[in-house]
């Protein structure tokens, strides 16, 4: 990642690559999607985030399998660059989704499942991390639970809706860094 520099969603994942190796290894989430539930865990501070990501990833599936162990890495890397990201000072989240050539309505689709994926990790970390967060962290989480809801076929394939999408996207970054920053505020109030 380019410190100051501009950022873009494509520097760190390829997101049909991801997909194939998902595919393979039979785990039946969009890249998208767990790449939310990346920086939903990340947010929460946990610190047995690792063991809870495994857990929560590759419950169904064989470990033993060698297209499993490669999907493993991949997604491991994808953990640990999120949270990276998460503390980076210069807002530096890139978001895992779908390359350019795709339709606005497959990003629009990508972004409701990345909701549902923040949604579902930053869930793991439980009721009192809730407690944590500031006023505008909260309606922001709200209003993330009201994209888990959108139908990407209401979404226009023109230049509105692409530039709808690019706030969204934009929006959705901002929410991840927000509530991280809250909880990891609230941790340290809690330890002093």
Known sequence: MRPGGPVTRFDSYDYS???????????PLSP???HG????????????MEGLW?????????????LVQECRN??????????AQLDDEAFGLLMCLPEDEATVRQQAEA????????????????????????EDATEALRDMT???????????????GERGVAELEE????????????????????GQ
């Open 111 to 134: 972004l409701r499942d990345w909701c549902q994926g923040f949604l579902f990790g930053f869930g793991l970390g439980g009721e009192a991390l809730h407690a944590q967060l500031s």
């Open 17 to 27: 690559h991801i997909r194939e190796q998902l595919e393979k290894a039979g785990i």
């Open 37 to 48: 539930v990346a920086c939903g865990l990340a947010a929460t501070g946990m610190e047995e």
């Open 54 to 66: 495994h857990q929560v990833i590759f419950e169904d599936v064989d470990l033993n399998d060698v």
């Open 74 to 83: 991949s997604l491991d890397e994808m953990l640990d660059r999120t949270l």
């Open 32 to 34: 998208a999607e767990v």
């Open 146 to 160: 009201e994209i888990t809801r959108l139908d990407p076929d209401s979404v226009e394939d023109d230049e509105e």
């Open 171 to 190: 929006y959705l970054r901002v929410i991840a860094l927000t509530v991280r920053q809250d909880v990891l505020s609230a941790q340290r109030r809690g």
